[in-house]
């Protein structure tokens, strides 16, 4: 199945988003903050990215700005997670290229989901 690269600064949320994708299969990677992340996708090159949006250090939006700027990391998909309805986000998501969106607190089935749909386009 996919290599998939999860960030999130809380613990709870990696431990629960890796069970629901390792159930599906997939291989994960789980960091906690940004700077991180930019490590892990040069280190792994993911097929897929779960990426919070405020975390410490680097911010999602920043995660996705420096991914998109390379020719090898830009195509990697990018669903963000956020804890809270934020038009502002949704729309500066949007602006930055960002495959998908999700709402915290989200469902198994919506993950899912949004995962299958982005490793379908591919």
């Not at 291989?27 to 779960?50: C, K, M, Q, W």
């Not at 990018?78 to 290229?97: C, H, P």
Request: net charge negative; with cysteine; hydrophobic share 45%.
């Amino acid at each position: 199945m996919a290599k998939i690269l999860v960030v999130d600064d809380e613990n709870e949320a990696l431990t629960a988003i890796e069970a629901v994708l390792s159930s599906e299969g997939h291989e994960t990677i789980l960091v906690e903050d940004g700077i991180r992340a930019l490590e892990a996708v040069g280190n792994h090159l993911p097929d897929l990215i779960v990426c919070d949006i405020e975390m410490p250090k680097l911010k999602g939006f920043d995660v996705l700005t420096e991914l998109r700027k390379d020719p090898e990391t830009s195509k990697i998909p990018i669903i963000f997670l956020t804890g809270r309805v934020d038009l502002t986000a949704l729309v500066k998501s949007m602006e930055l290229n960002v495959n998908d969106f999700l709402t915290k607190p989200f469902s198994s089935q919506e993950l899912i989901s949004a995962v299958n749909v982005q490793l379908k386009k591919q």
